[in-house]
């Protein structure tokens, strides 16, 4: 499930290699450093290259990941995720165009793991351990440094 259901919908009819990296590269390109001008909690403008924007965004599209990866790997309906992305939202209370990015982000990386992985393997469940560990990082990281 997404945040906003006006979001893409994965198809269920299996992509070629090439189709598929197309697919994945033109979506981590479209959410790049233009996407997030400004915004942070109080008012604070941020630099598109700000390392806590950057930071937000990653975390972002790990809970986007999570939310799939976990439904497949352990029965769950994503909604932890999708309520600490909704927390990050509330916590940062970031101005439009950043928020839109951190949905983006999340949405986009929730999409790409729907079309790589439609069932628990290995390769997934040592993905989501390797986001869990990615994501405690970033969040350790942001609470040391801003």
Same mark, same amino acid.
């Given at each position: @499930?997404?945040?906003?259901?006006?979001?893409?919908? *994965?198809?269920?009819?299996? #992509?070629?290699?090439? %189709? #598929?990296?197309?697919? +994945?590269? #033109? &979506?981590?390109?479209?959410?790049? /450093?233009?996407?997030?001008?400004? &915004? %942070?909690?109080?008012?604070?403008? +941020?630099?598109? $290259?700000?390392? !806590?924007?950057?930071? +937000?965004?990653?975390?972002?599209?790990?809970?986007?990941?999570?939310?799939?990866?976990? *439904?497949?790997?352990?029965?769950?309906? &994503?909604? =932890?995720?999708?309520? !600490? @992305?909704?927390?990050?939202?509330?916590?940062? %209370?970031?101005?439009?165009?950043?928020?839109?990015?951190?949905?983006? %982000?999340?949405?986009?990386?929730?999409?790409?793991? *729907?079309? =790589?992985?439609?069932?628990?393997? /290995?390769?997934?469940?040592?993905?989501?351990?390797?986001?869990? *560990?990615?994501?405690? $990082?970033?969040?350790?990281? +942001?609470?040391?440094?801003?």
């Amino acid at each position: @499930m997404r945040l906003f259901p006006t979001a893409p919908t *994965a198809s269920r009819t299996c #992509l070629p290699g090439r %189709a #598929l990296l197309v697919i +994945l590269l #033109l &979506g981590t390109a479209s959410a790049g /450093p233009d996407a997030f001008a400004q &915004g %942070a909690s109080g008012g604070e403008t +941020l630099a598109p $290259s700000s390392s !806590k924007v950057q930071a +937000l965004t990653r975390l972002s599209a790990i809970l986007g990941s999570l939310s799939h990866l976990d *439904a497949i790997c352990h029965g769950r309906d &994503g909604t =932890i995720w999708r309520t !600490k @992305m909704t927390n990050l939202l509330a916590v940062e %209370a970031p101005e439009d165009k950043t928020r839109k990015a951190y949905v983006a %982000a999340y949405n986009t990386a929730n999409l790409e793991a *729907a079309l =790589i992985f439609r069932s628990c393997t /290995p390769n997934a469940e040592a993905l989501v351990n390797d986001y869990l *560990a990615e994501g405690s $990082s970033i969040a350790q990281g +942001l609470g040391e440094n801003h």
